[in-house]
T-cell receptor, first 112, second 114 residues
Framework: QKEVEQNSGPLSVPEGAIASLNCTYSDRGSQSFFWYRQYSGKSPELIMFIYSNGDKEDGRFTAQLNKASQYVSLLIRDSQPSDSATYLCAVLNAGNNRKLIWGLGTSLAVNP | SQTIHQWPATLVQPVGSPLSLECTVEGTSNPNLYWYRQAAGRGLQLLFYSVGIGQISSEVPQNLSASRPQDRQFILSSKKLLLSDSGFYLC?????????????FGPGTRLLVL
């Protein structure tokens, strides 16, 4: 069974620090990788997607992909209390059945 | 720009009652549409997806059904709700032809079955 795993947390970081969120996946043929942020009681919102090995930066967010290790991460620089949320990792599985496989999410708390 | 709407925002229903949740998308044509459920403390569970009018694929056997009567309308229904149907129901859309399969979510409907 194709899986996406995340540490449930909570991950607690002080304001201004770098938060590092990790995700591993089992399907070696996975093609695209997504990070969503979900505030309590709200729907998930897309932060970033990445499909090539290496880093992709967008403002304070950097996604890192290592297909050989089947590992994708999200770094949040200069963490703010408003970054406190659950971060969901999703992976597009390979083949004709092109569906997103979701992790359970990591809860992040940024402490002022 | 594209907008996705869901209603109602919250719903409290007795066990055995019917259900109808609606999702509409504006600003795009021929989107792929998805229904997810997120139960308390659990991950996103894909329930149904649709690639076009009248085309529904079911992911999980259950007492729920979905319909797509119009290009940008997706409806989730049940004839008799169970306690286990409680959860946060999310509709999502994907732009047709988007290679990356990026999905965008609506605001969700929180359903409590008593």
């Amino acid at each position: 069974q194709k899986e996406v795993e995340q540490n449930s947390g909570p991950l607690s970081v002080p304001e201004g620090a770098i938060a590092s969120l990790n995700c591993t996946y089992s399907d070696r043929g996975s093609q695209s990788f997504f990070w969503y942020r979900q505030y309590s009681g709200k729907s998930p919102e897309l932060i970033m997607f990445i499909y090539s090995n290496g880093d992709k930066e967008d403002g304070r967010f950097t996604a890192q992909l290592n297909k050989a290790s089947q590992y994708v991460s999200l770094l949040i620089r200069d963490s703010q209390p408003s970054d406190s949320a659950t971060y969901l990792c999703a992976v597009l599985n390979a083949g004709n059945n092109r569906k997103l496989i979701w992790g359970l999410g990591t809860s992040l708390a940024v402490n002022p | 720009s594209q907008t996705i709407h869901q209603w109602p925002a919250t719903l409290v229903q007795p066990v055995g009652s019917p259900l109808s949740l609606e999702c509409t998308v504006e600003g795009t044509s021929n989107p792929n549409l998805y229904w997810y459920r997120q139960a308390a403390g659990r991950g996103l569970q894909l329930l149904f997806y649709s690639v076009g009018i009248g085309q529904i694929s079911s992911e999980v056997p259950q007492n729920l059904s979905a319909s797509r009567p119009q290009d940008r309308q997706f409806i989730l229904s049940s004839k008799k709700l169970l306690l286990s149907d409680s959860g946060f129901y999310l509709c999502a859309w994907r732009r047709w032809g988007d290679f990356q399969e990026t999905q965008y979510f609506g605001p969700g409907t929180r359903l409590l079955v008593l």
